[in-house]
T-cell receptor, first 114, second 114 residues
Framework: QKEVEQNSGPLSVPEGAIASLNCTYSDRGSQSFFWYRQYSGKSPELIMFIYSNGDKEDGRFTAQLNKASQYVSLLIRDSQPSDSATYLC??????????????FGQGTILTVHP | DGGITQSPKYLFRKEGQNVTLSCEQN?????MYWYRQDPGQGLRLIYYSQIVNDFQKGDIAEGYSVSREKKESFPLTVTSAQKNPTAFYLCASSKAGIGSNEQFFGPGTRLTVL
């Protein structure tokens, strides 16, 4: 059973700080990695995806991938109260009939306080 | 306006009843997915389909059934064999094949067993 692990939190940061969310995965063959944000009672929305080792930046968000350590993270700079949500890490299996299938972590609850 | 629709938003079921959740997309995506989310948990894959008239079981398919007669539609039936069906059900779609990536989610159906 392929696993994706996240610290469930809650993670609390002050407004303007950097929030760091972490995720580890068990399938060394995984190729694609996704971060979704989910507000309470709503469906997940994609924030970022990353395929290659290193950093990928999009506005206030930076995704970091280290395939050797099987570790992916999401940094949120200048955190705002509107960033308060559950952040889901998802890992896509590679190859065969499973292509496109995502395995999700349990999510990390982030609270940004004024 | 392209997107994924799910209906109904809320559904109440008596024990022993089968119910069907609707999912429709007009994004011209080949692949469609059904997930279940329990409180404080991540998403678990029920069934997925990468092409019309074909679908595969996910991690928790027991007690559920699906059909994929049209590209746009992927209904999920929760049968009486599903012992604990109360949950938030999410439908998603994505492009299929090499280069496919992010899954887009519908607004969800919240099912409660009375």
């Amino acid at each position: 059973q392929k696993e994706v692990e996240q610290n469930s939190g809650p993670l609390s940061v002050p407004e303007g700080a950097i929030a760091s969310l972490n995720c580890t995965y068990s399938d060394r063959g995984s190729q694609s990695f996704f971060w979704y944000r989910q507000y309470s009672g709503k469906s997940p929305e994609l924030i970022m995806f990353i395929y290659s080792n290193g950093d990928k930046e999009d506005g206030r968000f930076t995704a970091q991938l280290n395939k050797a350590s099987q570790y992916v993270s999401l940094l949120i700079r200048d955190s705002q109260p509107s960033d308060s949500a559950t952040y889901l890490c998802a890992v896509m299996e590679a190859g065969g009939t499973s292509y496109g299938k995502l395995t999700f972590g349990q999510g990390t609850i982030l609270t940004v306080h004024p | 306006d392209g997107g994924i629709t799910q209906s109904p938003k809320y559904l109440f079921r008596k024990e022993g009843q089968n119910v069907t959740l609707s999912c429709e997309q007009n994004l011209n995506h080949d692949a469609m997915y059904w997930y279940r989310q329990d409180p404080g948990q991540g998403l678990r894959l029920i069934y997925y389909s990468q092409i019309v008239n074909d679908f595969q079981k996910g991690d928790i398919a027991e007690g559920y059934s699906v059909s994929r007669e049209k590209k746009e539609s992927f209904p999920l039936t929760v049968t009486s064999a599903q012992k604990n069906p109360t949950a938030f059900y999410l439908c998603a779609s994505s492009k299929a094949g090499i280069g496919s990536n992010e899954q887009f989610f519908g607004p969800g159906t919240r099912l409660t067993v009375l």
